[in-house]
């Protein structure tokens, strides 16, 4: 199992990462910032002008530290790591599997079952804990529309059908999604999903989140040596990595949507802190954005019970524990892939 480590999030403009001995040095007008040992590190996330030493960055690949590159505002630009992890016999048996229709559902399946779960269980929450702040009708209907669509998604079905169900729970989610808004609604409100360019202040927290989620999962399935590029819910496309935003799913509404309306409601964030572009792009400034790396950080070390091994981690390591979960059942340890349901 992989030690939960850190990640470490340059946002500072103009910042320069050097190698010194055995560390990776954060450099701002000559001077030394930040100094961190490369062993307590997980990964580097670079944004905006960040620049990095070719020294530094095959440091970083023989220590199977990843370093990825975002725009200021969090857009995905590439990454730099080692040489590929992990057994061949396991890819080449990802990849069998990924060409297989009914293996393909089998995962998919689990997949969506575990998004669909824990989107019902964030709206249960929210009704259950601040009933006279919500419209629990609206609510509770919606909660009702997923648990019917999990009863078909839980029969054999097609990849196609499965998707559609999957598609339609995210609808019925995000309808409703508003209504978890709890303070501050004329500032922070939510009228449907908007990815490229996020609309809204929700809508650039969320997408933040899920670029960073993306970079943890992704990173998991990599170091247990697995290729998130070839997915099964999600299928095949240059440049997309089709495994991490399948095991992305069970953790948006889970981690990424309950942080995004944590900072919403308990006033962590303000509407002051984004401005929107000409293009109609909502951003963060600075401040925010660190404040948001902050919390992002914080969460990951919260302790839950995992509901499978029933054993208490870091919520950071469940990303590692559900890709070790999926390599076990495709190299044929496990009956199925035992989706991580919030309990």
Known sequence: MKKHLNTLFVTTQGAWLAKEGETVAVKVGGKVRLQL??????????FGQVSCSPFLMGFCAERDVCISFLTENGRF????????????????EQYRWADDPERSAAIARAVIIGKLVNSRKVLHRVVRDHPDKVDTVSVKQAMDRLKAILMHVRVGTSLDRLRG???EGAMIYFRVFDHLILNRKKEF????RSRRPPLDRVNCLLSFFYTLLMHDVRSALECTGLD???GFLHRDRPGRPGLALDLMEEFRPYFADRLALS????GQ?????????????VLMDDDTRKAVLVAYQKRKQDVV??????????????????????????????????VFCWQ
């Open 269 to 281: 964030v303000k509407s002051k802190g984004f401005r929107k572009a000409e293009t109609g792009a």
């Open 165 to 167: 169900y999957e598609g």
């Open 305 to 338: 019970t995992h509901p499978f091994l029933q054993k208490k981690m870091p919520i950071g390591l469940l990303f590692h524990t559900q890709a070790l979960l999926l390599a076990r059942h495709v190299r044929g340890d496990l009956d199925g892939y035992p």
């Open 77 to 92: 630009l590439a990454r730099v790591q080692g040489p590929v992890s992990g057994n061949v016999l396991l890819r080449r």
């Open 37 to 46: 040992p490369i062993h307590t590190l997980d990964g580097i996330v670079c």
């Open 228 to 230: 998130p590029a070839v």
């Open 189 to 192: 409100f939510f009228e449907g």
């Open 263 to 266: 900072l919403v409601n308990l």
